[in-house]
């Protein structure tokens, strides 16, 4: 068993755990729209398809549960090589550790499913499908005179594998119901 | 719900092997960032090399247009077939073992794979047997590549003849002789550029050449080469020039005084097709230099040695560069030969056939003033723009220095250099006070005018004396 399986295993289990301390406090949904850089890196080089990413999300006190769904704005292109990622599906857990900070920050946690698109001369058009754990960070800053109307700027590592990491960084609009 | 939720992302989290989906993507990357399409290896290349022996090993990337190819240098992953008592290392580096064995290179880039088959020999290198794999055409101040041909010899008395691998290439050293009289010859050498071998000519003629190999002293027999005599003229042209056929130096060369002046030498071959072929010969071509400026002048060939450059540090004289090809009157030393023969005095053919020469004047100007900085008792001036004293002064002090084109400054208020504009009416306002450069007694009140003139540039100081 390897230090990666035992520390999924410990997320997972503090994931299923939090929602049932928390489930009764002050619920509210959100949206929250973003355009998105998403980063595509090989040892090799690295590509850089533009997403629009929409949220859809719980949230109760320090908690944040969304799921997000990510759709190509504009595939990028390497040389002769195309990619586009049609689509990225994720379910996240937002930590937000100081609820009474002016710029509160994030910690991210969850899974996705992306897929990926290429094109190469002699190889033609190819999908590729990834899945995985997801981590990242983000930072999250009301407007005064809105407080529903937040600012938020994330950075998720959607897949993080051998020799390939897709990443993704997003500054959006997030409004509370 | 929620519960429902999370069982969901620990699917996700528990299913998260997916790395054997990441090769695909990944080796498109690698290709697409170097844009190959296909690989190979260099029709050239040698697939018998000797035991205990280095290799490098490379592998050509065909781009995505289909007709440029270029080596690969990076994200290459090299392997030898199992069971190999050679190795190579990542950058394709093959160390071959003590003993002989047939191995398989393969080279894989991206989802690209190529492999060829190397025989490693136990033969041991004899010595040198031609010059090159096919026959070498070579004119007089021309350069050619030289892959060598060796006879390799095993304990059993077999023999293998092929190109010289780069461990015994390195431990070769080369000599030329002229073959009327076996001496040493000055029409060519031989020169050693990151392991690869070069033919450089300077004269026509017949010549042999013998390989010594430094650790076993055994002499090659002498290998002829015939250096022909193709070229039907020869040019001067600036460096500049990008019309080879075209360019000349009838009407000579001017530059400025600490100026590079960059020459090239042009040679008009004659095809066996009676057409010409104009080639940029100043490698090979032999120069000189007669200059009135004695040590304020010099040549040096570019690093390249693809083009000589003059340079003078004094204005107003002029030069006489000189450029052959062939066997010149003058004596050559053997460093002249292997660094650039680049003489401080004239070259010229006046005593030899097959000698072809061009030369050209050089005239070197002086530098150009582009501006003045101008003070009168540490106050800035502004030309032509009327400066006004709070007080009247004493005596008018000027400080001048001048900006020259080699974005020099020099100050030259010592020069004589001053010019007073007397008033169109009224009192003189200031004089030149004798004995002194660039300092004005006072005379009266009004606006003093001083022209200051160097090498054509002129800047009008005026300064109203309350």
């Given at each position: 068993?390897?230090?990666l ?12 755990l ?8 002050d ?24 997403m629009a ?43 937000v550790?100081?609820r ?45 005179s ?19 990491r ?12 | ?20 989906n ?10 697409a ?7 190979g290896?260099?029709?050239e ?8 022996s ?14 440029d ?8 992953e090299w ?65 050619q ?10 304990d ?28 040493l010859?000055k ?28 650790e ?29 056929s ?38 090979n ?91 009168a ?5 502004t030309?032509?723009?009327?400066t ?30 001053y010019t ?7 009192l ?15 005379l ?8 200051i ?6 800047f ?7």
């Amino acid at each position: 068993m390897s230090t990666l399986y035992h520390l999924k295993l410990l997320i997972l289990s503090v994931l299923l755990l939090l929602p049932a301390a928390t489930v009764s406090a002050d619920p509210r949904i959100y949206m929250e729209f973003a355009p998105s850089l998403l980063r595509i890196n090989t040892p090799a080089a690295t590509t850089r398809p533009l997403m629009a990413d929409f949220r859809l999300g719980y949230e109760f006190y320090e908690h944040q549960y969304e799921a997000v769904l990510m759709t190509s704005v504009k595939e990028d292109k390497l040389n002769q090589l195309t990619v586009d990622v049609p689509s990225v599906l994720s379910v996240l857990y937002h930590y937000v550790p100081d609820r009474s900070a002016q710029l509160k920050l994030h910690y991210i946690l969850g899974g996705s499913y992306i897929h990926v698109d290429s094109s190469y001369p002699g190889i033609g058009d190819g999908s590729d499908y990834y899945y995985g754990l997801s981590y990242g960070i983000g930072f999250e800053e009301a407007f005064s005179s809105i407080p529903q109307l937040k600012l938020t700027l994330d950075w998720i590592q959607l897949y993080h594998g051998d020799r390939l990491r897709i990443n993704t960084t997003s500054l959006g609009i997030h409004y509370e119901f | 719900m929620l519960k429902a939720l999370f069982i969901c992302l620990g699917v996700f989290l528990f299913s998260c092997s997916d790395k054997e989906n990441e090769d695909r993507l990944v080796d498109l990357h690698t290709v697409a960032n170097q844009d190959v399409i296909a690989i190979g290896f260099p029709a050239e290349m040698e697939t018998t090399v000797s035991i205990n022996s280095f290799v490098q090993i490379e592998i050509l990337g065909l781009k995505s247009n289909g007709v440029d190819e270029a080596v690969i240098t990076s994200d290459v992953e090299w392997s030898l077939s199992s069971g190999a008592l050679s190795s190579i290392d990542r950058s394709g580096i093959l160390t071959t073992a003590d003993n002989a064995e047939s191995i398989t290179v393969i080279a894989r880039f991206g989802y690209l794979t190529e492999s060829i088959d190397i025989w490693v020999s136990a033969a041991v290198f004899d010595q040198v047997v031609a010059l090159h794999s096919d026959t070498l055409i070579i004119d007089m101040c021309q350069s050619q590549v030289l892959a060598p041909v060796g006879r390799y010899e095993d304990d059993e008395g077999g023999e293998e003849i092929r190109t010289v691998d780069s461990t015994n290439l390195a431990l070769l050293t080369w000599d030329i002789f002229d073959q009327e009289d076996d001496e040493l010859s000055k029409r060519a050498y031989i020169a050693k550029v990151n392991n690869q071998l070069m033919l450089h000519s300077l004269s026509a003629g017949e010549v042999n050449v013998r390989a010594t190999h430094k650790e076993t002293d055994v002499v090659s027999a002498d290998l002829a080469q015939t250096i022909g005599s193709a070229l039907a003229s020869i040019k001067l042209c600036s460096a500049d020039s990008t019309d080879l056929s075209s360019c000349d130096a009838s009407s000579g060369f001017s530059v400025e005084q600490d100026e590079v002046l960059s020459l090239i030498s042009v040679g008009n071959y004659l095809l066996t097709d009676g057409s010409d072929a104009y080639q940029n010969i100043t490698r090979n071509s032999q120069w000189g230099l007669d200059s009135d400026l004695g040590d304020e002048s010099a040549t040096v060939f570019s690093t390249d040695r693809q083009q000589l450059e003059f340079t003078s540090n004094t204005d107003d004289s002029t030069a006489d560069i000189s450029v052959a090809c062939g066997l010149i009157d003058q004596s050559i030393e053997d460093e002249d030969i292997s660094e650039g023969v680049n003489l401080e005095i004239p070259v010229s053919c006046d005593l030899n056939d097959n000698c072809l020469i061009d030369t050209a004047d050089i005239t070197v100007n002086p530098l150009t003033v582009l501006s003045f900085d101008v003070t009168a008792n540490g106050v800035n001036l502004t030309h032509t723009e009327t400066t006004l004293f709070d007080s009247r002064p004493e005596e008018i002090t000027l400080n001048v220095k001048a900006n020259y084109s080699n974005v020099t400054t020099v100050d030259v208020t010592d020069e004589d250099i001053y010019t007073i504009i007397d008033p169109v009416d009224g009192l003189d306002v200031i004089e030149e006070k004798e004995g002194t450069s660039g300092v004005f007694t006072v005379l009266n009140a009004g606006i003093a005018k001083i022209e200051i003139n160097l090498l054509g540039k002129s800047f009008l100081a005026v300064i109203e004396v309350p």
